[in-house]
C-alpha cells in the first residue's frame, strides 16, 4: 500500500541534532520569485512562547472569521449555509464553480433567439 501524499504546506519543521534547535523552514511567494525564511527556535521555553503565539493567532483569526461571516448574514442578507460552501469551495483546489454563483445561486439562462419557454 503507497504512503500518503504529504500535506502541502509553505513550511517545514525540521531539528537540528547538531545545534539541538528546532527549524522552521517558510516558504513565501510563488516561483521564480518565490524565497524562503528559517527560523532557529534555540530552547524549549522558546519553542512554548512560538506555541501559543501561534495558538493566539489562530485563536483570533477564528474569531474574525465567524464575525464577518455574522456580518454577511445580518448586514448583507447572505444565507448562512450558501457562505459557508462558498468559502468551503475556496479552500478547495478542485473546484470550479464560481464563487459568485454559490453565494447568488445559479445564474439565469440566457435565451436564444426563437426558444420557447
Known amino acids: 500500500m503507497p504512503e500518503p501524499a504529504p500535506e502541502q504546506l509553505p513550511f517545514r519543521v525540521e531539528f537540528d541534532a547538531a545545534k539541538g534547535e528546532i527549524v522552521v523552514a517558510m ?16 530552547s524549549l521555553e522558546a519553542l512554548a512562547v512560538a506555541i ?24 448583507l442578507g447572505v444565507d448562512p449555509v450558501r457562505l459557508d460552501a462558498a468559502v ?24 436564444h433567439p426563437g426558444s420557447t419557454g
Open 27 to 42: 516558504t513565501y511567494g510563488v516561483p521564480p520569485q518565490q524565497t524562503m525564511r528559517r527560523k532557529a527556535i534555540p
Open 52 to 75: 501559543a503565539e501561534h495558538r493566539h493567532e489562530a485563536f483570533l483569526q477564528t474569531r474574525l472569521a465567524q464575525h464577518l461571516a455574522t456580518a454577511a448574514v445580518q448586514h
Open 88 to 111: 468551503k469551495a475556496l479552500a478547495d483546489p478542485t473546484s470550479t464553480v464560481p464563487v459568485s454563483q454559490i453565494l447568488r445561486g445559479a445564474a439565469p439562462q440566457q435565451r
